[in-house]
């Protein structure tokens, strides 16, 4: 209910700030532009689920070899006691366990692509646990908003992007994304805990914790310690020779036990179009939704109204200019590429300035939650999200707060 009233919300207070420009401001262009972005958003949310098409069969394709193989199995023993106390509605060897990893796993890589399809598997498998098949399970809401936390420990795309806009040193967001998003994760994950009355102080559970704890800041001081370019060509190679070896694992696992491979591979191809064609209408509602919202002007009046508040109470406001960033990347990963990107080209400094900096953390602090939420819900027909959209949003204010410290403290 909570994701429907926000929708709703889209498209009233966009046409609401839009009256108000046409009539206070005379902007005969903003209902124009408005009509315009409905067309562009749905053409969009058409064409990225179709594109999703080839990615998803390909991996779900994968993945039916990696359960038929016994990959579920080995990944249960690995983090088995883990999983088993931040989801205990799910048996220790269920296949949605080996998804779950399996997502968690793309998304630290920074491998969106292949992240999406093994999330969606992981939520039809967590549905066949439901009870309530159209209110979200407490192991649905642990999943996506851990998912829309957005822990990266290599944001490639971003990097990418920077080095194509000239960067001196593309790479200098890394430890400070990495930071952030860290501190996203951990927000969203005790807030669940506490609604679930998980106790994260069982020895299990923070032995796990600090163990990914000491992963993440070893990887820190380690790419810390790289050039630039050392750093770039050390975690592409990284994350291609770790995601080759899993497939080569799925298909030598499959050998092993005696299956089809082609013919298990296709059957599970089969599932990835299939869902690819159910979220269309749900990624169009949300883009549209959102696209409204955006060229409207809203966004720019919420950041201009911040703004005007630090100002008031003395607070320096350089990072004001990169709250764009913020507040799309919820909302709209391409939209948030975009501003981005724009910054990078517009503001004063260029891609190395201060708030080009913060923008770029912000792109790698958090997930698009909204997004994610209306997919992956939409993808398993649950009405009812409890309290996901909430948990996902505290991880994301917790990710873009702790974004603005470190951006300070890296580049100020």
Same mark, same amino acid.
């Given at each position: 209910?909570?994701?429907?009233?926000?929708?709703?919300?889209?498209?009233?207070?966009?046409?609401?700030?839009?009256?108000?420009?046409?009539?206070?401001?005379?902007?005969?262009?903003?209902?124009?532009?408005?009509?315009?972005?409905?067309?562009?958003?749905?053409?969009?949310?058409?064409?990225?689920?179709? *594109?999703?098409?080839?990615?998803?069969?390909?991996?779900?394709?994968?993945?039916?070899?990696?359960?038929?193989?016994?990959?579920?199995?080995?990944?249960?023993?690995?983090?088995?006691?883990?999983?088993?106390?931040?989801?205990?509605?799910?048996?220790?060897?269920?296949?949605?366990?080996?998804?779950?990893?399996?997502?968690?796993?793309?998304?630290?890589?920074?491998?969106?692509?292949?992240?999406?399809?093994?999330?969606?598997?992981?939520?039809?498998?967590?549905?066949?646990?439901?009870?309530?098949?159209?209110?979200?399970?407490?192991?649905?809401?642990?999943?996506?908003?851990?998912?829309? +936390?957005?822990?990266?420990?290599?944001?490639?795309?971003?990097?990418?992007?920077?080095?194509?806009?000239?960067?001196?040193?593309?790479?200098?967001?890394?430890?400070?994304?990495?930071?952030?998003?860290?501190?996203?994760?951990?927000?969203?994950?005790?807030?669940?805990?506490?609604?679930?009355?998980?106790?994260?102080?069982?020895?299990?559970?923070?032995?796990?914790?600090?163990?990914?704890?000491?992963?993440?800041?070893?990887?820190?001081?380690?790419?810390?310690?790289?050039?630039?370019?050392?750093?770039?060509?050390?975690?592409?190679?990284?994350?291609?020779?770790?995601?080759?070896?899993?497939?080569?694992?799925?298909?030598?696992?499959?050998?092993?036990?005696?299956?089809?491979?082609?013919?298990?591979?296709?059957?599970?191809?089969?599932? *990835?179009?299939?869902?690819?064609?159910?979220?269309?209408?749900?990624?169009?509602?949300?883009?549209?939704?959102?696209?409204?919202?955006?060229? +409207?002007?809203?966004?720019?009046?919420?950041?201009?109204?911040?703004?005007?508040?630090?100002?008031?109470?003395?607070?320096?406001?350089?990072?004001?200019?990169?709250?764009?960033?913020?507040?799309?990347?919820?909302?709209?990963?391409?939209?948030?590429?975009?501003?981005?990107?724009?910054?990078?080209?517009?503001?004063?400094?260029?891609?190395?300035?201060?708030? +080009?900096?913060?923008?770029?953390?912000?792109?790698?602090?958090?997930?698009?939650?909204?997004?994610?939420?209306?997919?992956?819900?939409?993808?398993?027909?649950?009405?009812?999200?409890?309290?996901?959209?909430?948990?996902?949003?505290?991880?994301?204010?917790?990710?873009?707060?702790?974004?603005?410290?470190?951006?300070?403290?890296?580049?100020?």
């Amino acid at each position: 209910m909570v994701l429907n009233y926000i929708w709703v919300c889209f498209f009233l207070i966009a046409f609401v700030v839009a009256l108000i420009k046409l009539i206070v401001l005379q902007d005969v262009e903003v209902f124009p532009k408005m009509l315009q972005s409905t067309f562009d958003m749905a053409r969009t949310g058409f064409e990225i689920s179709i *594109g999703l098409t080839g990615v998803m069969s390909l991996w779900l394709g994968l993945m039916k070899i990696g359960e038929r193989g016994g990959m579920v199995a080995i990944l249960s023993r690995l983090v088995g006691p883990f999983f088993s106390r931040l989801f205990p509605e799910v048996p220790r060897n269920h296949p949605a366990i080996g998804s779950i990893i399996m997502n968690f796993s793309a998304n630290i890589l920074g491998l969106d692509n292949a992240a999406t399809p093994l999330g969606l598997k992981a939520m039809k498998e967590l549905q066949d646990l439901n009870a309530e098949s159209e209110t979200a399970s407490n192991a649905q809401i642990m999943f996506l908003v851990l998912n829309t +936390s957005g822990l990266t420990v290599i944001p490639l795309s971003i990097i990418a992007d920077r080095a194509t806009l000239g960067s001196a040193n593309p790479t200098s967001i890394f430890i400070p994304t990495l930071i952030a998003t860290f501190c996203s994760t951990i927000a969203g994950l005790i807030y669940v805990a506490v609604k679930q009355k998980i106790n994260l102080f069982d020895r299990v559970v923070l032995a796990y914790l600090l163990g990914l704890s000491a992963v993440v800041w070893g990887a820190v001081l380690y790419f810390a310690s790289l050039s630039p370019e050392q750093l770039q060509q050390q975690s592409t190679l990284a994350t291609s020779i770790i995601i080759v070896t899993i497939i080569i694992m799925f298909i030598v696992l499959g050998l092993t036990k005696g299956i089809p491979l082609f013919e298990t591979f296709v059957d599970g191809a089969k599932e *990835g179009f299939q869902t690819s064609i159910k979220i269309i209408p749900f990624l169009i509602a949300m883009l549209v939704g959102i696209g409204l919202f955006r060229t +409207s002007g809203t966004l720019t009046y919420i950041t201009d109204g911040i703004a005007w508040i630090f100002t008031q109470i003395g607070v320096n406001t350089d990072f004001v200019g990169a709250l764009p960033v913020a507040f799309m990347k919820p909302l709209s990963a391409q939209a948030a590429r975009g501003m981005m990107i724009e910054l990078a080209k517009t503001t004063p400094g260029g891609v190395d300035s201060f708030v +080009s900096n913060l923008a770029s953390i912000f792109r790698g602090c958090a997930e698009t939650t909204f997004y994610i939420l209306a997919v992956y819900f939409g993808s398993v027909n649950v009405k009812r999200t409890r309290y996901a959209v909430t948990g996902g949003l505290i991880a994301d204010v917790a990710g873009i707060v702790a974004a603005i410290f470190v951006g300070y403290m890296f580049f100020h």
